[in-house]
């Protein structure tokens, strides 16, 4: 509790900057900046989502590319170039990586929106 207080203290005379820059319209910005976080939210999710099926349509052709490079080795001609396939599939872990980023940052902006709208004010500051 008392690294809370102590915190506290040394955002004051911060506080204070950011409540002169802004005036009076204070009340109104904080609800502005609050829905603005939910909306921050909700598009992080949407790029979630697409990043997700970007990443759906480029297994499917890793999985495509893969069952033709099995079918030349099966067959012996091994002329078929296995670029595609790795290439591919790098490409695919890249967007699953991106859609979990964007997951977890939609979750932090929905769960605490106070948070991000305090650093939203706090660096008009600075």
Not at 64 to 88: A, G, L, R
Not at 113 to 122: D, Q
């Amino acid at each position: 509790m008392e690294n809370v207080n102590q915190a506290m203290e040394q955002l004051k005379p911060l506080l204070t900057q950011v409540a002169e820059k802004i005036g009076q319209g204070a009340g109104f910005s904080w609800e502005v900046v609050m829905k603005q976080q939910i909306v921050t939210a909700v598009g992080n999710f949407i790029g979630a989502f697409v990043c997700m099926l970007i990443a759906i349509v480029l297994l499917i052709l890793t999985r495509y590319f893969f069952k033709e490079w099995m079918k030349e080795i099966e067959t012996e001609n091994i002329c078929f170039n296995d670029v595609p396939t790795v290439f591919i599939g790098f490409f695919a872990f890249i967007f699953i990586i991106f859609s979990f980023i964007f997951i977890y940052d939609g979750m932090a902006h929905l769960i605490n929106p106070a948070y991000y709208s305090l650093e939203f004010f706090i660096n008009l500051v600075k």
